[in-house]
């Protein structure tokens, strides 16, 4: 990471979504790392939730997030799988204004040093939606570490050169 310490530290509003059949508000220990992580970094937990494999459900939250001013991205852990219950990216697609292909990218390469070739199972990704970040990683607490540690923390740091997510926000709505 490359923080450019001259530069001043911009925190933003983050949402945390936890997609998941099994888990329930005590064992959402993947959403518990975000939150924390966020936390930590300086930035603002802007809302929280947890829901279901349910692509329309998904969707239907990520709209409210996308509408209220006061999300400048979300970060959802779970539902990326290969399974048929698995359907956060799907749900991604029905909001998304651009993808960004180069996150899922990185975060298998990140994890391929954690998990080996299992990294080749996630379908973690990343799109844009009407000028609000959404992040979509795997529901394992390792899988959040990665991402949150090696791609978010730096992206999400208007201090990280040479560029970073942040410093493109008044920008995402640009026709």
């Known amino acids: 990471m ?5 530069r001043q530290f911009k925190p933003i509003n983050v949402a945390v979504l ?5 888990r329930g508000p ?29 692509a329309r459900l998904i969707a239907a939250q990520l709209r409210t997030w996308i509408a209220d001013p006061g999300v400048d991205a979300v970060v959802s852990t779970g539902g990326t799988g290969l399974t048929g219950r698995d359907v956060t990216p799907e749900a991604l697609d029905l ?12 975060f298998r390469y990140v ?3 954690t998990i080996g ?8 990704c990343a799109v844009v939606a009407d000028g609000t970040y959404i992040f979509a990683l795997p529901g394992s607490n390792g899988a959040v570490r990665d991402g ?6 730096e992206q999400l740091d208007a201090r990280n050169r ?12 640009e026709a």
């Open 111 to 113: 994890s391929l040093k």
């Open 2 to 6: 490359a923080i450019d310490e001259t």
């Open 162 to 173: 040479p560029c970073n997510f942040v410093e493109l926000m008044p920008r995402l709505r």
């Open 18 to 22: 936890t997609v998941s059949d099994t």
């Open 26 to 54: 005590d064992e959402d220990t993947s959403g518990d790392i975000l939150v924390q992580r966020i936390t930590d970094a300086g930035h603002r937990l802007a809302a929280r939730a947890l829901l279901k494999d349910e």
């Open 95 to 106: 909001v998304k204004t651009r993808d960004i292909p180069g996150f899922g990218e990185l």
């Open 148 to 153: 949150w540690d090696n791609i978010l923390a």
């Open 117 to 124: 070739t299992s990294s080749v199972q996630s379908r973690a």
